[in-house]
Nanobody
């Protein structure tokens, strides 16, 4: 079993920045991928960004150039730096971990972009 603990959500004005963190613990296997998804009210959960164990990344088109995903393998932690935030980025952000054996989700962190 893998436990994911998220932190860093909150309220920010348009154009502002936030940084999300997600620490994984438990039965961590390599290679693995860690990422972030978001889900706005009434919409399906969508991929925001993913980073693989070797460091390669993939981003949703809507966040390219504004968000940066990174990871610290020694700490089993993934980060999402979100800059130039827009109201349409408002959603619950979920951390995701997957390896060849299982997939796990964090509890979710609310991000609200509003003036």
């Amino acid at each position: 079993q893998v436990q994911l603990v998220e932190s860093g959500g909150g309220l920010v004005q348009p154009g502002g920045s936030l940084r999300l963190s997600c620490a994984a613990s438990g039965s961590i296997f390599s290679p693995n991928a860690m990422g972030w998804y978001h889900q706005a009210p009434g919409k399906e959960r969508e991929l925001v960004a993913v980073i693989y164990y070797g460091g390669s990344t993939n981003y949703a088109d809507s966040v390219k150039g504004r968000f940066t995903i990174s990871r610290d393998n020694a700490k089993n932690t993934v980060y999402l730096q979100m800059n130039s935030l827009k109201p349409e980025d408002t959603a619950v952000y979920y951390c995701n971990y997957r390896d060849t054996r299982s997939v796990h989700w964090g509890q979710g962190a609310q991000v609200t972009v509003s003036s």
